[in-house]
């Protein structure tokens, strides 16, 4: 859990798919394939193990923390709806393709929807490496540095929503929605990590686990918490499949099997294919 040691085991509210056998003493690090000696430290109330805490604990401190969280959460996303403002929360682990992916998104949009604005806020530990690359499309981009921390949460992106351009886009006050017939689009790109930004609400409208065909098809049931909290997975690198052994098919039914409502789209960002789709989708809320 993120909240204490750096590591997210847990979704609050996420329908997780597993069931738990408890016949096999008191003991949950031990509660399953005991046989092969394998531990499984997220098996307790908490579904995290830390030293010299107990379950109890660490349950009221992730419940204290995430409380302030969702609190600026929701007012983001009510702030997001009187700008006009969609948001999308990217997350995936490093090197999925996320900020390649976005910079084709953004000069892809010039073409098919030429006066949609759109705003970048990149989350990474250090460097401005991906803010610049969406700056040179032409696309304002905030950087986050988390310096040691794992994941972005609300408060970072309600500091880094005022500095954009998409701040003072058409504000709502009151009964007038003159902001809806020209929305904007507020794109999130989390820290690198499959595990801890699932946990944390920013205010967006989904959230969007971005995967790459170079990672493994199990990564679904392997980091499940991230893929159940996420509406949309998109494979990316797909021109790399000739490559590659990646079962596209066995993927997507493990990503179901935590999540069956995720929706699923194929897209090489480098040639282009399936990115009619991707702008479909994302253009889906904003029409």
Request: aromatic fraction near 4%; proline fraction near 6%; hydrophobic fraction near 40%.
């Amino acid at each position: 859990m993120c909240v204490i040691c750096g590591c997210s085991t847990g979704t609050p509210g996420a329908v997780h798919q597993h069931s738990h056998d408890h016949s096999h003493g008191s003991d949950p690090a031990h509660a399953h394939h005991h046989d092969h000696g394998d531990l499984h430290y997220g098996q307790g109330p908490a579904r995290v193990s830390v030293p010299g805490m107990s379950q109890a604990r660490a349950i009221r401190l992730e419940a204290d923390v995430l409380g302030a969280n969702q609190r600026i959460a929701d007012a983001n996303r009510a702030h997001f709806a009187g700008h006009g403002v969609i948001a999308y929360n990217l997350v995936s682990s490093p090197g999925s393709g996320k900020t390649t992916l976005l910079c084709a998104t953004i000069e892809a949009l010039k073409v098919r929807a030429p006066g949609l604005p759109v705003g970048v806020i990149e989350g990474d530990q250090q460097t401005t490496n991906d803010a610049d690359r969406i700056r040179a499309t032409g696309a304002p981009a905030i950087q986050i540095n988390t310096g040691k921390g794992c994941h972005l949460d609300a408060p970072m992106i309600a500091e880094a929503f005022a500095r954009l351009p998409l701040h003072g886009h058409h504000h709502h006050h009151g009964h007038d929605h003159a902001h809806a017939a020209d929305p904007s689009l507020l794109m999130i790109e989390n820290v690198g990590n499959l595990v801890c930004p699932a946990m944390w609400d920013l205010g967006e409208r989904a959230k969007i686990a971005i995967l790459s065909v170079t990672e493994g098809e199990d990564k679904p049931i392997k980091y499940p918490d991230m893929f159940a909290a996420a509406r949309l997975m998109v494979l990316t690198k797909v021109d790399l499949l000739p490559h590659l052994d990646f079962d596209v098919a066995q993927c997507i039914a493990f990503a179901q099997r935590v999540n069956p409502d995720i929706e699923v789209l194929l897209v090489s960002a480098r040639t282009g294919v399936g990115m009619d789709a991707w702008l479909d989708w994302l253009l889906q809320d904003l029409a």
